[in-house]
């Protein structure tokens, strides 16, 4: 979620885009609800310089640096006079300069602070980075753009003293104009990052993974023509494999102008006009396309190209739906084999940003001989989708809707709709990406289904064409102590029944689910979103000692053998790849401050639960290839 402070003030530098996924009637709606927010579309194609690197930071425990707006004038607003926003350099020796960023130590960006420096591993507050760079060399008439991958949780961006604005959510991405304030030699790009948890914010007080501060993602410094692709979406048309449709929306002040969509390896061409919102939609016949699976993820070079820009992609055509119990790729049934993942390199340390990392980790899953993933709890780097569109991995994507939040606060609701929104309009072309979560076990209320009833609708209009679940909860029952009930109402709106359990981890022991036996309301796709049991790799005993691999691989072994029972078991997402950091697994020698739940330990080492895994989706690969 952005917000800008200094329109009036400096209207060129506001950026703001709506997704064009679904349409005019959709970029109305959005715009008169302004609850769109901007997205660069495909912004690694695009011409950018990098402003990765050491980044100059002061820790500013109690937020002394922050021009407050509050009370002051648009203008000074616009141009702070005091604070650290100012990066200012000393002229004279009567003047005082208490914070200086030139001599201040740095830290790497992208990169979480807490894992660069010991001192910062749990702090939660403001810190201020600096950067100072020329600007690119660009063709004259050529906009400029700061684009951000992401920042956790909040970031207000100041640029040669001027605020740009402010960003709130801490996994997506965004970007400010700069065109008209870049000087040639020596800009300066300060950044005040705040990760303090909030109990009106999405996520809320309570998380179980590592609250990573900072510039978490790649900087980019990007320009675009005068009147550029701002968004696009390619695909099949919903409910057909023989129709494309485009969707181009175009910025700049030459709205109207010819678009014309390629794919030179199908031998296709198509165009249209953009109309005078710089909106157009093309659709066209094709036939015999290759289509995206696990087995074939075949991509299909498109490029876009209007008068004045043009932008490549590769993209993979596919369908996905729900018939009855049954989960249809491409019009066949599948069985989702798959694995959650965090966004963290466990032996690095700290978050997960890079296309290595996400090589490493969807790596590990095809490993697995899984065929999906559930990218918990928030929206994951870029890289991960484009990287699962290659190796062939089916994705789940969430937003960070997680426990308990403030259901009935307004600011909440558009805080998670901004997330979901800058979410799909960022992966709306990969093919990988099947599902859109909009939350992982949140206690029952009225107001708490109405809230995600609202996200499902705000899903389903941008996004017609992918499935819309959520990570829901079992219960139990008073007469029958061994029954699991999947009652949800939020049930009602989504297209899997996704649920989380620990039969044998936080109730009973392994044995247990040999007993239980279950009652699940909806006709649909039973998708199991988590089990799982802690290990330490490395440590060994026998089957009923916790925290031990025999413990975990049991669990593994016996939860399968249960969850076999469910006649409209469809998928299974157990959790989770790898060891992650989090501050409520204190158990000394043991959990240290990590979640030892993973497949795979602190250090890469696969955990013997790894193999049994692996084991049965090979098992389940075969009986699919017999077609049983
Ligand atoms: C859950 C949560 C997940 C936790 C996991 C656990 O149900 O969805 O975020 O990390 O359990 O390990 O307890």
Known sequence: MRSDHRRRAFPRSHFRLWPAVAGPALLLALSAAAHAEPVLANVHARQSVSLNGKWNTIIDPYDVGYVDYRGVSQDALAKPTRGFALDRRQQDKSELLEYNFDTSPTLTVPGDWNSQNDRLLYYEGTLWYRRRFDAPKSAPGNRLFVYFGAANYEADVYFNGWRLGRHVGGFTPFAYEITDLAK?????????VNNRRRPEGVPAMNTDWWNYGGLTREVLLVQMPRTFIAQYHVGLKAGTRDSIEVTVQLDGPRKQQKVTVTLAGLGLKAEARTDASGMARIEFPVAQIPLWSPERPALHDVVL??????????????????????????????????????EENPIRGGRAYSVEDARMLLGWAKELNANFVRLAHYPHNEHMARVADELGLMVWEEIPVYWAIQWKNADTLHLAQSQLTELIARDQNRASVVVWSVANETPITAERTRFLKT???????????????????????????????VDDPFGEFTDLVSFNQYIGWYDG????????????????????????????????????????????????????????????????????????????????????????????????????????????????????????
């Open 455 to 485: 996200l499902v609708d705000t899903a389903r209009s941008l996004d017609g064409s992918r499935l819309i679940s959520a990570a829901m909860e079992v219960h139990g029952d008073k007469q029958n102590p061994d029954l699991r009930i």
């Open 305 to 342: 190209s209007s008068k004045t820009d043009q932008i490549a992609d590769r993209i993979g055509f596919r369908t996905i739906k729900t018939a009855g119990t049954d989960i249809l790729l491409n019009d066949k049934p599948v069985f989702l084999r798959g694995i959650c993942i965090h």
């Open 184 to 192: 040639e030699k020596d800009n300066s790009l300060v950044v005040r």
């Open 509 to 628: 022991l392994p044995d247990k689910t040999a007993r239980i036996s279950w009652s699940i309301k909806y006709p649909k796709p039973v998708v199991i979103s988590e089990f799982g049991a802690d290990a330490l790799q490395g440590w060994h005993a026998d089957a009923l000692t916790r925290f031990s691999e025999e413990y975990q691989e049991d669990l593994y072994r016996k939860t399968i053998a249960m969850l076999r029972k469910i006649p409209a078991w469809r998928g299974v997402t157990p959790w989770i790849l790898a060891d992650f950091r989090s501050p409520r697994r204190v158990l000394p020698n043991v959990q240290d401050g990590w979640n030892r739940k993973g497949l795979i330990g602190q250090n890469g080492k696969k955990k013997k639960a790894f193999a049994f895994l692996k084991a049965f989706y090979d098992e389940i690969e075969q009986r699919a290839a017999r077609g049983k």
